[in-house]
């Protein structure tokens, strides 16, 4: 059963990001790091909808990018999870389109993309990691 726009906000509070206000964020992003974008850097985006900052992310590595080895570095240095399964599927066409404005993506590199971004609760699994994070500070005083 495909939910409203509404009982998906009340449910799984999915509101998504106007591109304009993903620009201006990377924009704070990159003057607060200055090589952040560079293409070995690492992103998670945890809850990455249908791939607004995950898009912008690899656009803007795309352009530091020389050589074919670059982007394939970029590409693989970018993460999302998304517990709903659609908005992954668009987040990948939206990647593979960008890929393709660039150059033409192997098939190695298609399955990184499709091997990067999962149907996943990424906040419980943030939650995880630090609680683990915590436990292991714990144990070590």
């Known amino acids: 059963m495909m939910l409203s726009k509404e009982e998906r906000i009340r449910k799984y509070g999915e509101v998504f990001t ?13 003057r607060e790091s200055p090589g952040c974008f560079e293409p070995g850097k690492t992103f998670l985006e945890p809850t990455c909808g249908d791939g607004a900052f995950v898009v912008e ?16 570095t970029a590409i693989s240095s970018v993460y999302g999870l998304e517990i709903q399964a659609d908005n992954v599927a668009e987040c990948i066409r939206r990647v593979t389109a960008l890929c393709q404005q660039y150059f033409k993506p192997t098939r190695a590199e298609l399955q990184i993309i499709n091997d990067h971004y999962i149907v996943c609760d990424g906040l419980k699994v943030m939650r995880m990691m630090n609680d683990e994070q915590l436990q292991s500070r714990r144990s070590k005083s």
């Open 57 to 72: 992310i690899l656009r803007r590595k795309f352009e530091r990018c020389s050589r074919r080895e670059d982007f394939t």
């Open 18 to 30: 106007p591109q304009d206000v993903v620009a201006r964020m990377c924009d704070m992003l990159e």
